[in-house]
């Protein structure tokens, strides 16, 4: 069982930046692949970002691309994501997810979700 906790949303101006976090409990946080989606009102959840068990591979929205950067540090069962140059069009709930199957990370067939973080952009 993992848990996961988001943290760092907020209210920014557009062209602001923020960091969400997202901290896993459990021991095996490593083995898991871990995704950041999104949510904004009236519409569907969107895939936004995504990491490989070990770093060592990223994936992106082209919506994202060159203005979120996603990380993570296995020592403290945490992943990162840092969201520069926000436009009111990221405005949404965010989520982290792990999952432990590797493959298809833009699909929401996560293994564990967290409750999410809101983040709202204002122009």
């Known amino acids: 069982q993992v848990q996961l906790v988001e943290s760092g949303g907020g209210l920014v101006q557009a062209g602001g930046s923020l960091r969400l976090s997202c901290v896993a409990s459990g021991r095996t946080f490593s083995r898991y692949a871990m995704g950041w989606f999104r949510q904004a009102p009236g519409k569907e959840r969107e895939f936004v970002a995504a990491?490989?068990?070990?770093?060592?591979?990223?994936y992106y929205a082209d919506s994202v691309k060159g203005r979120f950067t996603i990380s993570r540090d296995n020592a403290k069962n945490t992943v990162y994501l840092q969201m520069n140059s926000l436009k009111p069009e990221d405005t949404a709930v965010y989520y982290c997810?792990?999952?432990?199957?590797?493959?298809?990370?833009?699909?929401?067939?996560?293994?564990?979700w967290g409750q999410g973080t809101q983040v709202t952009v204002s122009s």
């Open positions: 997810a792990a999952k432990l199957a590797p493959g298809d990370y833009e699909l929401a067939y996560y293994d564990y």
């Open positions: 990491i490989s068990w070990y770093g060592g591979h990223t």
